[in-house]
Every structure is written in C-alpha cells, then in structure tokens.
C-alpha cells in the first residue's frame, strides 16, 4: 500500500505545533487544503500568537487543544480519526540537561504515547522530528544519515535517536508508516526571543539594535548548516506526500556557515557597518563543524533549502522588529 498521504482534505493531529516550527507546519497544511488541523501543545515554550494566522486563514480548521503528550488520553482522543500526525513536542537541548527526568517523560515516553495511539487509531502516517544532535560531533561530511550515532553524548541527543529506533519498530512491529527528519540549525520567525533557552541570533539582533557589535564567544570558526523554519515546514509535509516510509532524513542547507559569517551575514540584514566583537570561549562545544549531505532528501522527497541565508536574515529582522513593536 502507498505510504503517500493526500493532505488535501486531510485531517491532522500536531503535537508541538504553537511552537516555532510546528506553527508554520499548521500554516502550511492550511494552504495545503487540510481539513482539519488540531494542535496539541502544552505552551511551556508555544505560543497562541504563532497559531493566529493559521487561525484567520483556517477559520472552523484549525483547533488549539493546550494539553501534554504525556497526557494518554487526551493523545489518544486527539488521535483518533486523524490521517497525518505531525510530532514535534519536545524540550530544547538545554532543558533536557537541567531537567533530564522531564526530558525522559516528554520525549521519550510521550513520544510512545503518540506512536501507540497512531497504531491504535489507524493513523497514515507519522512525520516525527529528530535532529543533527543524534551524530554529535560528526567524523565524516557532509555528514550522511547513515553516519553513527556514537558521538553524541547528549541526553537530548540520546532521546532521538532512541524515538528513531522507536519509530523503526513501530513500523516493524505495528506497519506504522512514518518519515523522521533530522534538521540541522533552524532560525526564522517566531523562533524564542523571550526564554531562558533563545539563541545566538536574538542576542546578536538586540546587540546590534543597540549600536553594539555581535559579541562571537571564542573564534567564532565553529560552523553550523542553517535551514529556514519555512523550509522545515515544507519538509514535513513532503514527507506525508511522498510515498516513502521507514526513512530519516537530513533536513539543512548543505551548506557550512561559520558564527563568524554569520555574524556579517545578520549585520548586513540589518544594514550595519559594525564589526563583531570576539568574547572568551564561554563553554566548550563539542560540535565545532556541521555540514549535512542532503542528497536523499532531494531524491527521495523531492525537498530542498530554498531560502537563502540573506533572504532568511532579512525576513527574521523584520519579524524581530514588528515583535519589539508589539510588546516592548
Ligand atoms: N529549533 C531547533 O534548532 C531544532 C533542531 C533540531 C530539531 N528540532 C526539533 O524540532 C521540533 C520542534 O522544535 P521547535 O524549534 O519548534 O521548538 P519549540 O520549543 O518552539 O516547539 C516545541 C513545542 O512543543 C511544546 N511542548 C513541549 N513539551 C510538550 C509536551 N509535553 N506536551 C505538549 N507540547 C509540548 C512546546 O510548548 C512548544 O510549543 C522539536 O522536536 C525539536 O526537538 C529543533
């Protein structure tokens, strides 16, 4: 049977979907004629005023429900009469360290709830969200998926790969039929710009909003392999679309960018002549170069990066703005 999902006229289930990216994969299946697109997020990081636009554009299609994945029931109400589910709860690398308890019940043992109740409730497909933090410091690029594991050593890290195994034998034992995406470096709109865990970037655009240089801590050599939420989004619902399952790919650029370039590249979107500012090496970071091999994703989900990292830059700053503007 075809692992192919026609989202047109779909009925979807979103976990983590108020959240950065999960908020422009409601956006999407709104244009993508979805019927019906319920969000299921508990807001300790999302936010109502990421789902507004879906909400306008999508009015009687798209339904908020704030509620846990840890939560068995409310999952399995959620689950049941949907075709699609969209995973993408989970906590940032950072709280999985502070709070590995809490990591371990969210994306460990919330993710098997969803996978259950999609096996239990007859599901199509489950699109689920793993990450770059599985290879740890990669000894090989670009970096395939069929790189090991091995040199992670992060919990959060550990919690993906093990949903990714969780998920092979879903399909192994149940038939389920899913696609997991491993992104590499996100940025975009609606990314956190208020939390304890916000980025590089958001302090970088404070920074140079002030008159002060982006503060790089460290040479700033380190690279990283940018992909635009926007992009993201488009991936997961390739992945519904296309008739393949039981695969991960890696979702980037395939392109290197160091802190240091992107650092000039965030000064030229905002039209500013300063010249970063290099600070100590606050901490060590084990992952000093990302570069992912984004071939199976062209050739087998017919997806790749379209923004580029100006466009991407530019369209972040002037979000940024307008959130400064909104609530000071
Ligand atoms: N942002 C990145 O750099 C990045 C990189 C690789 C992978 N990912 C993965 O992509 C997915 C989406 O990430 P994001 O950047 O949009 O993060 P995000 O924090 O903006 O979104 C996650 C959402 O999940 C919700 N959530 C957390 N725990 C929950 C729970 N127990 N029950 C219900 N909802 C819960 C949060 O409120 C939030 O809205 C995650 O699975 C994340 O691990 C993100």
């Avoid at 993408?88 to 690398?93: F, P, S, V």
């Avoid at 740890?136 to 949903?163: C, I, L, S, V």
């Avoid at 590499?184 to 709109?189: L, M």
């Avoid at 980037?252 to 500013?272: Q, V």
Wanted: glycine share 8%; aromatic share 6%.
């Amino acid at each position: 049977m075809s692992a192919a999902v026609d989202l047109q006229g779909a009925r979807a289930l979103v976990t983590g979907g108020a959240g950065t990216i999960g908020s422009h994969v409601v956006d999407q299946l709104v244009q993508a004629g979805a019927a019906e697109v319920v969000v299921l997020d508990n807001l300790v990081r999302g936010r109502v005023a990421n789902l507004e636009r879906a909400l306008a554009e999508g009015p009687g299609v798209v339904r908020l429900v704030e509620g846990d994945i840890r939560d068995v029931r409310t999952v399995h109400e959620l689950t049941r009469g949907k075709d699609v589910v969209f995973h993408l709860a989970a906590l940032r690398i950072t709280q999985c360290a502070e709070e590995p308890r809490l990591a371990l019940e969210s994306l460990v043992d919330g993710t098997f709830t969803v996978l259950e109740a999609a096996v239990e409730h007859g599901v199509r497909k489950v699109v689920a969200s793993s990450s770059a933090s599985v290879y740890g410091m990669a000894e090989q690029f670009p970096t395939t998926e069929r790189h090991h594991p091995y040199n992670n050593d992060t919990f959060y890290g550990a919690a993906k790969a093990f949903n990714e195994g969780m998920l092979r034998s879903f399909h192994a034992m149940n038939g389920l039929d899913y696609v997991a995406l491993r992104y590499f470096n996100v940025y975009g709109p609606r990314m956190d710009v208020h939390g304890v865990y916000t980025e590089v970037l958001i302090r970088w655009m404070e920074r140079i909003a002030a008159g002060q240089p982006p503060l790089i801590q460290g040479d700033g050599l380190q690279t990283m392999d940018f992909v635009h939420v926007e992009d993201i989004a488009r991936a997961n619902l390739l992945a519904a679309q296309a008739d393949v399952t039981d695969e991960v790919f890696n979702i980037a650029a395939g392109e290197e960018t160091s802190l240091l370039d992107l650092a000039g590249h965030l000064l030229a979107a905002m039209d500013s002549h300063l010249v970063p500012e290099h600070g100590p090496a606050r901490k060590v970071n084990s992952v000093v170069r990302r570069l992912a091999d984004v071939t199976a994703a062209r050739e087998q989900l017919g997806w790749q990066s379209r923004i580029t990292m100006d466009e991407g830059l530019r369209g972040l700053v002037s979000w940024w703005q307008a959130e400064q503007v909104a609530a000071p």
